[in-house]
């Protein structure tokens, strides 16, 4: 399946490929590539990240709490 004259970049005709990240479309003339869907993976780890930045600040507030001396 091509695409002519779809590139964003070039306007060079795309065609669509498939890898193991899903399908995408190559531009033919210049190499652009651009996603046909999106990648559930990407927002794990995405939402991951944001979990565990949460921890370390509420872990912060627990060293204010020792001034026990
Ligand atoms: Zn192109």
Redesign the pocket.
């Known amino acids: 399946m091509v695409f002519y004259r779809s ?6 005709d ?1 065609h669509i490929r498939k890898d193991v990240y899903g399908d995408f479309r190559e ?6 590539l651009q996603d046909l869907s999106e990648r559930p993976a990407s927002q794990l780890v995405g939402s991951g990240t944001s979990s565990d930045d949460a921890s370390t600040t509420s872990s912060g507030g627990k060293g204010k709490k020792g001034k026990a001396a």
């Open positions: 590139c964003p970049k070039c306007r060079g795309m531009c033919i003339q210049c190499g652009l």
